[in-house]
């Protein structure tokens, strides 16, 4: 029984990593594309380089380097490339890896 509970505890790390860094960094990228007219630029910037170390730290490095991309853009004032950028980067974090599903196991 021992195992098991390691195993589980294992599988729950990674669900919760996963969703302190490519779910947050998803849902964040979503919010700020959503919500880009009302921002201003510097709100952007300062989220964007937020979600490209999230995507750093889950070693998901072309959508990191795309959300910086955009972000150099927007800095250049070249909305059609950043919001290119963007959208390229919040796809690639879509398909980041996901934790397989959390199996049913008893732990007493």
């Known amino acids: 029984m021992e195992i098991s509970k ?3 505890r294992e599988e729950v790390l990674k ?6 860094t490519c779910v947050l960094a998803r849902e964040l990228c ?3 594309r959503s919500n880009r007219a009302i921002l201003e ?3 952007v910037e300062e989220v964007c ?23 150099n ?10 919001l290119e950028l963007c959208a390229k980067s919040c796809v690639k974090c879509g398909e980041a890896k996901r ?10």
Do not use: G
């Not at 380089?49 to 972000?71: G, H, T, W, Y």
């Open 30 to 32: 979503l919010l700020i």
């Open 15 to 20: 669900r919760i990593k996963f969703m302190r």
């Open 49 to 71: 380089i937020f979600i490209s170390n999230l995507c750093k730290e889950e070693n998901c490095d072309e959508p990191s380097a795309l959300c910086m991309r955009a972000v």
């Open 6 to 8: 390691k195993k589980l």
């Open 41 to 43: 630029p510097k709100d």
């Open 73 to 82: 853009a927007l800095n250049d004032k070249d909305e059609k490339n950043y």
């Open 99 to 108: 934790p397989p599903p959390m199996k049913n196991a008893y732990v007493s």
